[in-house]
T-cell receptor, first 113, second 113 residues
Framework: AQSVSQHNHHVILSEAASLELGCNYSYGGTVNLFWYVQYPGQHLQLLLKYFSGDPLVKGIKGFEAEFIKSKFSFNLRKPSVQWSDTAEYFCAVNPINFNKFYFGSGTKLNVKP | EADIYQTPRYLVIGTGKKITLECSQTMGHDKMYWYQQDPGMELHLIHYSYGVNSTEKGDLSSESTVSRIRTEHFPLTLESARPSHTSQYLC????????????FGPGTRLLVL
């Protein structure tokens, strides 16, 4: 079965600190990759996605993610977090030609003002 | 913002009751999904649909059933609720294409006593 691993379950940072959240997946074929974010009390929403081309993908609110195929990883980064980034972040994998998405267990980010 | 709606948002119900969780989207998406999510865990796909009159079971076994009579509507039914059904249920839709993006509803938190 496919799996998506997010190793950091809970991250606490101060404002202006740099952020990197890990995501690894187990599928060996071609994949589309996503990061979703859920702010407190809100829907899950798309942060960024990768499907081909430049492995460094830029998303909303200054987030970016890098796809490293050899490591089956798609880590999320932000150079300087803000208090408003406090949320839960989910990595998701969509194997090409599969109508299914596989999600990680999420990472709760708490940014202290 | 995605136009996908779920009702009720919260439901507390006794064992043995029949319940239907509603999900509607106004984006005309063919594909719709139901996920089950427990705190600190991955989203698990329990049902999906490619279009009207098309439904499939997901990776996580579920005693629930779904129907897709109209494009915009994808209700989930539990014929006899049990405490093990206590969870959060998330509905999503996607437009299809080469790179699908899923749009999520706000979720229904179900507590079965």
């Amino acid at each position: 079965a496919q799996s998506v691993s997010q190793h950091n379950h809970h991250v606490i940072l101060s404002e202006a600190a740099s952020l990197e959240l890990g995501c690894n997946y187990s599928y060996g074929g071609t994949v589309n990759l996503f990061w979703y974010v859920q702010y407190p009390g809100q829907h899950l929403q798309l942060l960024l996605k990768y499907f081909s081309g430049d492995p460094l993908v830029k998303g909303i609110k200054g987030f970016e993610a890098e796809f490293i195929k050899s490591k089956f990883s798609f880590n999320l980064r932000k150079p300087s977090v803000q208090w408003s980034d406090t949320a839960e972040y989910f990595c998701a994998v969509n194997p090409i030609n599969f109508n299914k998405f596989y999600f990680g267990s999420g990472t709760k980010l708490n940014v202290k003002p | 913002e995605a136009d996908i709606y779920q009702t009720p948002r919260y439901l507390v119900i006794g064992t043995g009751k029949k319940i239907t969780l509603e999900c509607s989207q106004t984006m005309g998406h063919d594909k719709m999904y139901w996920y089950q999510q427990d705190p600190g865990m991955e989203l698990h796909l329990i049902h999906y649909s490619y279009g009207v009159n098309s439904t499939e079971k997901g990776d996580l076994s579920s005693e629930s059933t779904v129907s897709r009579i109209r494009t915009e509507h994808f209700p989930l039914t539990l014929e006899s609720a049990r405490p093990s059904h206590t969870s959060q249920y998330l509905c999503a839709s996607s437009e299809g294409g080469a790179v699908e993006t899923q749009y999520f509803g706000p979720g229904t938190r179900l507590l079965v006593l």
